[in-house]
């Protein structure tokens, strides 16, 4: 990669970075936690189907918001030119969760049992849903270019299969994808 493209492509994960702590606290968090409450508490939609199911939990989402703000908040006080504001990290945290959560609400109404893949969903929809809200309220970043937007996407996709994988091994996840 020339010098321009790694400085861009470092940017980048600078950014995103606190929607990747956001999208992979809860899976330890729950787990430390060990009880769990429905962020749904068990409600169904129109179509008879949870809305979310039981893989989606208040511990999991206050411990995502949680731990992507504060990830968020100390990156831009390490690096504050990082970000435009320190509420940019902020609503990365909050899209990352939105599309995880809007995810789970998709795959209930198509009848997709919980923990069943659904590639590219799975392993990006957090990201950009972050991004997407994150670049309506505060506009688009100035290492974004698409060469460096598909190696971030596909580095996500990567890491987000890498992760899983480490975290079934060390007994966190019943899947390893």
């Not at 409600?43 to 206050?62: H, I, N, P, S, Y």
């Not at 995880?100 to 950009?128: H, N, T, Y």
């Amino acid at each position: 990669m020339e010098e321009g493209l790694v400085w861009r492509f470092v940017m980048a994960l600078v950014y995103v970075f606190p929607a990747y702590v956001a999208n992979g606290a809860p899976v330890v968090a729950v787990r430390l936690i060990g009880t769990t409450h429905p962020l749904d508490f068990g409600r169904k939609f129109f179509d008879g189907r949870r809305l979310l199911g039981d893989g989606k939990t208040v511990e999991g989402l206050v411990s995502a918001l949680s731990a992507g703000i504060l990830t968020g908040v100390l990156l831009w006080l390490a690096s504050p030119n990082s970000f435009s504001s320190v509420m940019e990290p902020v609503v990365l945290s909050v899209g990352a969760v939105l599309g995880d959560v809007a995810g789970s609400f998709l795959k209930r109404r198509a009848g997709i049992e919980r923990g069943a893949p659904v590639p590219v969903l799975d392993q990006l929809g957090f990201l950009v849903t972050a991004l997407l809200l994150c670049w309506a309220v505060f506009g688009i970043p100035r290492w974004v270019d698409p060469v460096t937007l598909l190696l971030v996407i596909a580095f996500t996709g990567v890491l987000h299969l890498a992760t899983n994988a480490g975290a079934y091994l060390l007994n966190l996840k019943d899947r390893w994808y």
